[in-house]
Each structure stands twice: as structure tokens, then as C-alpha cells.
């Protein structure tokens, strides 16, 4: 099973600043790495595919970069409705989760 | 337009079979590529993938589940079902149905989530 490490677990910042969470794969899963959006009581919501795709209506402010066993999620000017948990998944050998990066205010 | 929804029990009693289904309209599963997973998170826990149909019958279980779990599809009724024999106080969780848009990809479209907590 491929292992997916999110950091930091919880990721507080302030509205307006950036921020950028980490995943890391115990293997390589080349650019079959995706990450989500939750908020409580909801489904998760695709943001980015092919670790940097921009999923339909998402915004230019979320970038995803990395390929192999490093990503990164960047939001870059963080807005009230960004406060959520984010998770990464990689789809190389059937579908394993990240532990979830949550981002609160600061 | 893409929905997907899941239903079922509420509430299981443990040794129980669960069964649930995930009714999905705007796809077909016969179009290649296509396939409809089930995935399950415990409350305040992260996802966890359980199974997969695609090409109207071809199958894939998390290893670690596979001797309890069957999915099967009624395209007549653009439905999927999962099925997860005796049922533990450790499979308490929302479980979801998602759309596969391609061989290979991401789940893209999900469905809302339904709890399901096992109790006596």
C-alpha cells in the first residue's frame, strides 16, 4: 500500500497570507496525486489532479506543484471560505489518503 | 450534470451485513473508463478508499477488506451497491460514492455521505 504523509496537521494562518501544505508519498506515484477540500458535513471537493490541474471552477489562487513522492498545495492569498481540512490522494495504485492537513485561523 | 447519493441504514448491530446503495444519474458505467467507488471516513478520521466497479463488472477491494466486501450494479436502475458483511463498532463512519471519470484517475463527483454507526 502506497502510504500518503500530510504536514503540519493543523496549519493556522491568517486571511490574506499564504499557505502551503505539504504531502509525501512512500513511493513514487509519477503525477497521480490529487488533493481535496472538506468542510464538516461535506463531501469532499476536487481542487487540483495530475498534481497541478486545476479542477473545473477552482481558483487561481489554489496551485498544486511536485511529481514523485514531494507535493505541495499552495493557497496564496487565503480566504474566509479556505478554512477547511485538505487532503491529498495519490491514484497510481488504487486510491490511498493523506491524513488531512487542517487549516485554521490564525 | 453529474449526482451521485447514497442510502441505507442508519444504524447497524455488529455481526450485521450492511448494504448500500449509491444512486448515480448524468454517466453510464458501460462507457469505457467509467466506475463508481465507494470510500469511507470515520468520524474526525481521514478517507479511506474500500472498493471499485467499472465496465459495468469488473471489480477492485482494498486488500485489507476484500473477504468482506462485494460491489455489483444495477444499470437498469443506474445504481451501485456495496455490501459489507460483519459489521463492527470500528466501521462507524460517512460512507460516500464517488464517480471515476477515467481509467486510471481521481474520483471527481461525490456523493453527500451517509453515516452509518454500528451499535447494539
Known amino acids: 500500500e502506497i502510504v500518503m504523509t500530510q504536514s503540519p496537521a493543523t496549519l493556522s494562518v491568517s486571511p490574506g497570507e499564504r499557505a502551503t501544505l505539504s504531502c509525501r508519498a512512500s513511493q513514487s506515484v509519477s503525477s497521480n496525486l490529487a488533493w481535496y477540500q472538506q468542510k464538516p458535513g461535506q463531501a469532499p471537493r476536487l481542487l487540483i489532479y495530475?498534481?497541478?490541474t486545476r479542477a473545473t471552477g477552482i481558483p487561481a489562487r489554489f496551485s498544486g506543484s511536485g511529481s514523485g513522492t514531494e507535493f505541495t498545495l499552495t493557497i496564496s492569498r487565503l480566504q474566509s471560505e479556505d478554512f477547511a481540512v485538505y487532503y491529498c490522494?495519490?491514484?497510481?495504485?488504487?486510491?490511498?489518503f493523506g491524513q488531512g492537513t487542517k487549516v485554521e485561523i490564525k | 450534470q453529474i449526482t451521485l447519493k447514497e442510502s441505507g441504514p442508519t444504524l447497524v448491530k455488529p455481526t450485521q451485513t450492511l448494504t448500500l446503495t449509491c444512486t448515480f444519474s448524468?454517466?453510464?458505467?458501460?462507457?469505457?473508463?467509467?466506475?463508481v467507488a465507494w470510500i469511507r471516513q470515520p468520524p474526525g478520521k481521514a478517507l479511506e478508499w474500500l472498493a471499485l466497479?467499472?465496465?459495468?463488472?469488473?471489480?477492485l477491494y482494498r486488500p485489507s477488506l476484500k473477504s468482506r466486501l462485494t460491489i455489483t450494479t444495477d444499470t437498469s436502475k443506474s445504481q451501485v451497491v456495496l455490501t459489507m458483511t460483519n459489521m463492527d463498532p470500528v466501521d462507524t463512519a460517512t460512507y460516500f460514492c464517488?464517480?471515476?471519470?477515467?481509467?486510471?484517475?481521481?474520483?471527481?463527483?461525490w456523493g453527500q455521505g451517509t453515516l452509518v454507526t454500528v451499535s447494539s
Open positions: 495530475g498534481a497541478s
Open positions: 464517488a464517480h471515476r471519470p477515467t481509467t486510471g484517475s481521481h474520483p471527481d463527483y
Open positions: 466497479i467499472y465496465r459495468n463488472d469488473d471489480k
Open positions: 448524468g454517466f453510464s458505467l458501460s462507457t469505457s473508463g467509467v466506475g
Open positions: 490522494q495519490q491514484y497510481t495504485e488504487w486510491w490511498t
